[in-house]
């Protein structure tokens, strides 16, 4: 104690670190951080038990395709661990290029940039093209990456209330009217499962002359022709001018993209920090991915099953009476309202061997304290009907 206190005088920072309060509750109930022993597909061990995952982001079930799998074994005996350069510099090489375009003619785009991480894929989308005295509307749900890229863009960000272009019309009528303008916008939202409602929001924007970014991370591969995603599933190609996506989620890689016009994406490959300033992605990210994206193209039985599957499992917990925040698609989040009952629901499924992951205030808003689920292409008729027995369970916890 006393040379915590010591320390903390002279050191604040560490201080500041030893004493954190989320931190000790963090480790002291440890809901997050789980280390899996092995994983095949949907069927995980922890801690030595066999268990469902229910909250992967793997929508097509891709990550152990023995096609992918194959992909980066042959990547890796062929270009090695890493290209250990950015883009720039010395780390192209004619694979970024092949997959950049393969991505960009999904999505009917004329050019596209892969990063390492689709967190940076996404800031970057908005920290590249925005700028001080730019005004950017965004809905106020996004993904913490896009808040970044707002905040790194120095523009002017205005909140509109969650998937409301009623809203979103109000908020900019409200703006500096010659300022510059940008929307951003997720396709589906990673928690709560809506559709982005992209027909009345491209309208607006197109009214107002905004550029608009839009964060497909969930949508892709989910929705739309083969899985090209939200914009595709309205057919509204012309009117979303970047979409920004992770290679880490139906893709069954990591890494992330920025799709848009060659002016864009030249751009982009101008000032983006974020593009410029940090290594490429990895060869055996990088033939996942495109062996996933081909893969989409080639065996549609994966995006049948996914739909299959949302349908068994959303019928499962509207069964249950589960108030799911009227999710549309893979991704269903289970609001509970407050901690004191997302915790013990939470744990009464991993006792019955479901592995979830709980979202509570601030990270989601007050009063939606939630279960973030996700059901896969992979998830079984039987893996189904253990879930549902666990959630009876976990429900008579509340
Ligand atoms: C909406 C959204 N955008 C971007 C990302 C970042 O993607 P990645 O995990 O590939 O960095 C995520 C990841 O959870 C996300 O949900």
Redesign the pocket.
């Known amino acids: 104690m006393a040379i915590t206190l010591f320390l903390n005088k002279k050191k604040p920072i560490l201080g500041r670190c030893i004493d954190d309060y989320s931190t000790k509750m963090r480790l002291r109930y440890a809901p997050f951080y789980h280390a899996m022993d092995a994983q095949k597909g949907t069927t995980i061990q922890l801690d030595g038990k066999e268990m469902i995952m229910l909250s992967s ?1 793997d929508y097509l079930g891709l990550s152990f395709h023995p096609k992918v799998v194959e992909a980066g074994r042959a990547a890796l005996l062929k270009w090695g661990t890493s290209t250990t350069g950015a883009r720039p510099s010395n780390g192209s090489r004619t694979y970024h290029l092949e997959l950049e375009q393969k991505i960009a003619a999904f999505l009917g785009r004329e050019a596209c940039h892969i990063h390492a ?4 894929s ?1 800031l970057a989308s908005v920290a590249a093209f925005a700028q001080k005295g730019d005004v950017i509307l965004a809905d106020k749900n996004v ?1 913490s ?2 808040w970044d890229g707002i905040r790194l863009s120095n523009a002017t960000v205005e909140r509109f209330s969650h998937n409301n272009p009623e809203d979103l019309r109000e908020v900019i009528a409200t703006a500096n009217p010659q300022a510059p303008k940008m929307i951003v916008i ?1 396709g589906v939202y ?1 928690m709560e499962g809506h559709i982005a409602r992209l027909p009345e929001l491209a309208e607006i924007a197109e009214e107002h002359g905004c550029f608009t970014v839009l ?1 497909d ?2 949508g892709f591969g989910v929705l739309g022709r083969q899985g090209r995603g939200t914009v595709d599933h309205f057919g509204l190609n012309d009117n979303v001018d970047v979409i920004c ?5 139906s893709l069954a890689s ?3 993209f920025v799709a848009a016009s060659s002016d864009v994406i030249e751009f982009l490959r101008t000032h983006s920090k974020q593009t410029i300033f940090s290594a490429a992605i990895s060869p055996t990210q990088a033939a996942c991915a495109q062996a996933s994206l081909e893969i989409m193209q080639s065996e549609p039985q994966h995006l049948e099953k996914l739909w299959l599957n949302t349908k068994k499992y959303r019928a499962i917990l509207k069964g249950l009476g589960f108030d799911t925040w009227d999710s549309e698609t893979p991704a269903v989040p289970i609001v509970l309202g407050s901690k004191e009952r997302v915790y013990p629901f939470w744990k009464a499924l991993l006792e019955k061997g479901i592995f979830t992951v709980m979202a509570t205030s601030p990270a989601v808003p007050a009063g939606k304290d939630l279960i973030r689920t996700a059901v896969s292409a992979m998830h079984t008729d039987e893996q189904l009907e253990k879930i549902a027995a666990a959630m009876a369970y976990a429900a008579k916890k509340l």
């Open positions: 982001n991480a689709g967190y940076l996404c993904h990456c896009l997720e990673s964060d991370a969930h996506g992770s290679l880490s989620k990591t890494g992330g």
